[in-house]
């Protein structure tokens, strides 16, 4: 294989001396570290950044949540230009430089916004929503450092992964097993930083500053940037992209593939003056867009699925800041803590899906699987609407608790006398809800995608959680307008008390209904194709 221009190229002409082993785990290794620094920078700002939004910011519940899930839209469909830049330009090294280079300054400069003076130009105390506003500079600087960090994760995401894999042989039948194990640790290492983050960074930013809150995670990204570099001698380098397998080449071939089917759909083939591999290559193209025209329908149903994924660093994230969250006498859980629960859950859901579930389902069904793949996601979609309806429930009795416990406008701030245990549930139920859905849709999509788009199956997974998030961020503004109409409350008021977030669970529950119906029709007449490997 051609090797990537760069660190470790050697001059042919001079004298060799055998040169240490490359790659492997010693390589693999410094890459596990740079994705866990990067998901613990990552969640770390995105977690509690709805208490960041609506405290130093002043923005109401509203508008932070739309503009979070906003960014959160953006965030998640990024990677797919990431991935372009890499293969067709960068190169993966190099794009994993620029990201953790670009990361670093995005949140600097977080941090530095964090630090305006705001507060005590009007002298009052820091978090107090409304009375002091920040400035226009000071929220600009805000954003622009906030997409910095999404454009900075933006290459992160889809090369990181992919290097690490490139460290381990698959033709060579050891290496080939380590690289199995290297997903595993992978897996482990994404879900165990997640978890710790939430837990460590949101009580950081609630109880010491958010200045610390920020620059943390600036610390460990400098730190994980230096660990990267220092493994450049060991790594291995393969082709940059640019060739018949890069991103750009995908996207090149996807136009073939759409005029090839045009002709095909309009009869013109046979007015082409050219040669019968050629047709033959144009009818093997158009039949791909066949197939991927197949996927559209799956696709749409699974939208709304994004849509409830965007709700725990927001809606529940606020709802769970009204609860009373005391631990012992005097300790406090931060409200994104909870989200701890989705990565325990999640962990705990993918051992009982495989060690239970799939043995018992497989001598039911005798499917090698247990259940199909569009099984698994239409489980995960239901599991999406228990949980929307389960956290509806649970916000009707905390108004009643609210109401039951003095007048209802007693403060953003004011605790209900409600445990937080009661939330509890909704994490926890999501949380089994994605292993249903989203590893149900990275296999489906990877899978099912045509052999010559199979890059495509990425994209496909990722936009709906991009969509997902732009359509919850337009919901939520849209139900904002219409309810503050002629001076009403709105569903999502500061003051939750007076709001009505039951009701956005209920309407989300609802178009969830009816998704999984759209989902079951059309996944009861899918024909699912040929394995991918007896497609090569």
Not at 28 to 35: D, G, H, R, T
Not at 113 to 136: D, E, H, L, N
């Amino acid at each position: 294989m051609a090797s990537e221009s760069g660190p470790g190229s050697t001059n042919p002409l001079l004298p060799r001396r055998r040169a240490p082993p490359k790659g492997g785990w010693k390589s693999a290794l410094f890459i596990i570290w740079v994705e866990v620094a990067e998901r613990f920078a990552y969640y770390g700002v995105s977690s509690n950044l709805i208490s960041y939004l609506t405290g130093p910011l002043g923005q109401t519940t509203a508008s932070a949540a739309a503009a979070i899930n906003a960014w959160s839209g953006a965030a998640a469909m990024l990677p797919l230009l990431g991935a372009a830049v890499a293969d067709s330009w960068l190169g993966r090294y190099r794009t994993i430089v620029a990201s953790s280079v670009l990361y670093i300054m995005g949140l600097g400069m977080l941090t530095l916004s964090s630090m305006f003076p705001s507060t005590q130009q009007c002298g009052v105390a820091a978090g107090s929503r409304g009375a002091c506003p920040p400035s226009p500079v000071q929220t600009a600087f805000f954003y622009v450092s906030l997409y910095l960090v999404a454009i900075a994760q933006s290459g992160h995401k889809p090369c990181v992964q992919a290097f690490g894999a490139d460290q381990f042989d698959a033709t060579d039948p050891d290496e080939s097993l380590s690289r199995a194990s290297f997903f595993n640790w992978w897996y482990f290492g994404l879900c165990g930083s997640a978890t710790v983050t939430v837990a460590l960074m949101s009580y950081v930013q609630d109880n010491v500053g958010w200045a610390l809150g920020f620059g943390v995670p600036s610390m460990v990204m400098l730190l994980a940037l230096a660990i990267f570099l220092l493994g450049t001698r060991t790594y291995r380098f393969y082709g940059s992209g640019g060739g018949s397998n890069g991103c750009a080449a995908t996207f090149s071939l996807v136009g073939k593939a759409f005029v090839a089917w045009r002709k095909r759909s309009k009869g013109a083939w046979p007015e082409l003056e050219r040669g019968d591999g050629e047709l033959a290559e144009d009818a093997m193209l158009a039949e791909e867009v066949n197939g991927l025209a197949r996927l559209f329908p799956i696709w749409a149903t699974c939208l709304l699925y994004g849509a409830v994924f965007a709700q725990p660093p927001t809606l529940f994230t606020k709802q769970a800041g009204t609860l009373d969250r005391r631990v012992g006498p005097s300790f406090q859980i931060p409200p994104a803590a909870l989200q701890c629960f989705l990565g325990v859950s999640m962990v705990a859901c993918i051992v009982l899906y495989d060690r239970v579930l799939v043995p018992v389902a497989r001598r039911v069904s005798g499917v090698a699987s247990g259940v199909t793949m569009l099984q698994r996601i239409g489980t995960g979609i239901a599991l999406a609407m228990v949980t929307l309806v389960v956290a509806a429930l649970v916000e009707m009795k905390r108004l009643r608790a609210a109401r039951d416990a003095g007048p209802v406008d007693g403060g953003s701030g004011a605790a209900v006398p409600m445990s937080l245990w009661w939330i509890v549930p909704q994490y926890v139920l999501l949380g089994a809800a994605d292993v249903f859905t989203m590893v149900g849709m990275q296999e489906f999509f990877y899978d099912q995608v045509p052999g010559a788009l199979k890059s495509l199956g990425l994209a496909l997974y990722l936009s709906v959680l991009g969509v997902g998030s732009f359509i919850s961020s337009f919901l939520i503004t849209v139900i904002d307008g219409i309810t503050t109409r002629n001076g009403g409350t709105s569903w999502f008021a500061d003051d939750l008390n007076r709001g009505h977030l039951d009701y956005f669970y209920l309407l989300l529950a609802a178009l969830t209904s009816l998704e999984l119906l759209a989902f079951t029709y059309f996944s009861t007449s899918y024909v699912y194709r040929i394995k991918a490997g007896n497609n090569h």
